[in-house]
């Protein structure tokens, strides 16, 4: 067995010199290398913006759509969408373990989702069993490949697997919010009735303990009800995040007049970059976890308004990530409730 | 004296909620509020985009020139290229303080720049005197007003202006670099020989102190050569900022082996994105100051190779940043030649 690079750029075909996940077609071959685990895939959960255009591609026909997922896999070696250039993510049972990585924390037989996007996954299609259209999932005999760097969740077995990717599928907010804040402090969470938003709003009721203040925004009364019955934060406001005067306003007045020590974006709608920003402190954090966000709006932003904050792009890794949420649902009964309601 | 929102909002006409920066129309009448600075203009420094978007609408007509300014100004109450939506700085002599900002550190006949975009900034053009086609700079009479949150540098005596100018440009790079790098962190600067690239690396190579190591990435021979002779960045290195597993490789070369703690991205094309990501350690820090950096490509790259790193977006103000950037260049006479030779 021979080692391959821990970012797959072994796999790379064309063009040379790039990663795995800018690369126009990467090698399939099944054949592992050293540092490389083996998949045997059960299902591949399109990404959304993927999955709409593959089907209107073919207006709805589920052959066609079929037709369409094998083409790209077999001209590509990995299933990226050419027009939209995302993936997604998929759910199978480890089948080998290059020898190099004998000593993670994974066996053979293990029932794992990747947490890496499709995009830069190697991927050979057998067969496609089914399509599910509602929810993007495409069932599968097919085999995938992890790099060294490759992410991956192990399926717990104590919930459902639809519970458990509807959380990993966002694991990243809710793992940098259990990071970034501490006890208290005073947090803006913006978007707050969302899956990212409500997994980051009850893990940072947690972290700021009963000295702090999260405050959660959302657009409208219905979702203000929801949260308070559920008794996700502790002061709710009713804004538009693309309105930064009103949401600061009404930031202050539930914060006792002062601005926040850390706000976290999660509305995922463009021209919401101020709303994060305006209402934290001096030396505070906004923390984007919005794919919407502008990085020139945020950078020229800050600058416009002469705020010395701390803005981070909300990286969807950070250590412990799978493991950080899925403790929130074994944690709180109401996130589980919301979760079966909302979200399966 | 009526006293106005610190962010400006009280001037904006067109459309109501949103901030001076967003708004198409602002308020440019020269009386001013208890919390604003009154300035008499002597040039406008426009953005490169927007006076090359104008220059080529004017085919290079000076006169033509004139009219368009005027125009922009006339109609929106700033000058906001409208086709850009870019402004630039201006220069100009502190001509009253309003009664609420009496204990800031200015007085009326201090020489300033502004230090926020004209895109926000109530403007008054009386007449235009002059237009410097080469520098994108328009000599004027007017009158021009500054916010609460309006950031401004001081016009050193121990420096000509336009030097001091094209540091303050990009301020808030250096600056940040202060305040980011500790005593014997690895740093990798890539475009480290463009301005805010030189003035990163000084900064840096100041705050490592003798244990450290900055590692600068040009991308030929010619400014590896320069950046040598002029002692600035421990080791060089040459490579193409969109070709992340050559930069890696060169940097581990040039870091004995290991990931570096920090990076700092000045390189102003796109694509760059993995470069700043890959060579740097886990819980290690990419500082992207460039313009041309993508959000989601950031985001999402560093998720697909499992960095868990701290990803900043380059805010273009800091606390002190002007008198922290003016102060390298009192430091180091090399970094005055570079400057006098390259910028002016």
Redesign the interface.
Known sequence: MKKG?K?G?HRVLEPQ??????AYKIDNDMNIYSNEILIDVQSLNIDSASFTQIEEEAHGNVEKIKEKILEIVNERGKMQNPVTGSGGMLIGTVAAIGEDLKDIDLKVGDKIAS???L??TPLKIEEILDIKVDIDRVDVKAKAILFE???YGKLPSDMSEALALAALDVA?APAQTAKLVKPGDSVLILGAAGKSGMLCLYEAMKRVGPTGNVIAMVIDEAQAEHLQKWGLGHKVIISDAT????VLNKTLEANNGKEVDISINCVNVQ?CE?SAI?PVK?RGTAY?FS?A????K??????????????????????DHAEITLWELRESEALRQIFDQLYL
Do not use: H, R
Not at 17 to 22: D, E, K, N, Y
Not at 293 to 296: H, V
């Open positions: 690079c970012y750029t010199g790039v990663l795995p996940q800018a947490l890496v996007s995009s830069l760097s490759g992410l990243g309105k930064p005067i009103d021209n101020m305006l001096d984007f794919m966000t502008s990085f020139t945020a950078a020229l932003g800050a600058e416009g308004v002469g705020k010395d904050i701390n803005m981070i792009i909300g990286n969807g890794y950070t250590k």
